[in-house]
């Protein structure tokens, strides 16, 4: 028993990351040795994911408002390079994907029932989603999670109380204290929820389902790490002039790996402000630049909405040329970067962007039923690729302007 409770001590102690790896180990053997328990323990998964969905939206209300409240008289917060870094991200990712899909094209092998959910008729209806979410009602935001909403209404109180008094401001700082400590405990719960998610998903979906689509998935999976170890890094390195991957890595292990079992880019801000903290960033940069990238930082959308048109063109035996390839880069990064502000996510927009390709809508609804089908891996490979380039590009830039300072 002594022993025992010795081995609990030293794992507690152990780093975060470790915490976390031991949680995944553990729900795949029992996922493995006893699916009934894996499913009974898939609780804890659901309230970690909840309770980080819960603090994220009043998190970033919070920050946002207090930051630019306390933001000095002629200080820059310079996101303009960040938000570069989003679209160009966003754009090379799709690029990946028109190039992956045309080496190694996929077949797929239609299932005869489509979903019963509505596609957005165009980009233009992606374009008035978000719209009509910046000037939401900020409690409705607040309670949604319509982060568009939440960041919209953050900074227009936060430019209202630029000019307030201190003890306001100081308020407010407080507040954003308090909140934050509230992360820092929720973090910490981290692999204990991980291994719910991880015990229920294995023990409900198993792996029969997700052979038949392999190559798919292998299409997917490769654009993915593609991007998060070869692109990604590149423009990393051309942002910082040093070496990429140690930032790369650190990002991938403490954001991605959260992000890929809760598979909520909204739920993993809280993880996200948390690593931005420990690797010492400026909190005006990225408590605006994290929850602003969880809207339009879509890369992995991008990726999912390409090579998917791309393999219904090719199941169909269309002809698709370089320029018109090239267009669909644009509307997929495009549509991408509106994925969060659309019911079901980047899969709904597929339809979308089939319709350059005159691909009947029934069609291309069977290609979103598909994307279901191989969505715990897709839509989990998606947002850990998604999350954590929120905080590569956000340290990039920081560190690109503390460079060109010195």
Known sequence: MTQLHSSLVRIANTNLVVQILIGIIAGLVLATLSPESAHAVGILGGLFVNALKAVAPILVFILVAASIANQKKGQSTHL????????M???????????????????????????SVIPPEGIAAVIRTLLFNIVDNPIHALMTGNFIGVLAWAIALGIALHHASDATKTVFSDISDGISNIVRFIIKLA??????LVANTF???????????????????????TMALLVNPLIVFAMTRKNPYPLVFQCLRESGVTAFFTRSSAANIPVNMALCEKLELNKDIYSV???????????GAAITITVLTLAAASTLDIDIDIATAILL???AAASACGASGVAGGSLLLIPLACNLFGIPNDIAMQVVAVGFIIGVIQDSAETALNSSTDVIFTAAASRSVLADKN
């Open 80 to 87: 303009k390079p960040i938000i570069f870094l989003y679209l």
């Open 89 to 115: 991200g966003t754009l090379a990712a799709s690029i990946t994907a028109v190039a992956m899909s045309f080496l190694f094209p996929t077949h797929l092998e239609l299932v005869t029932s489509s979903t």
């Open 191 to 196: 692999p204990i929820g991980i291994f719910g």
């Open 203 to 225: 023990a409900d979906t198993g792996t029969e389902a997700l052979l038949g689509y392999s190559h798919l998935l292998a299409v997917l999976l490769g654009c993915m790490l």
């Open 289 to 299: 630049s994290i929850p602003l990238g969880a809207t339009i930082n879509m890369g």
């Open 329 to 331: 880069s644009v509307v």
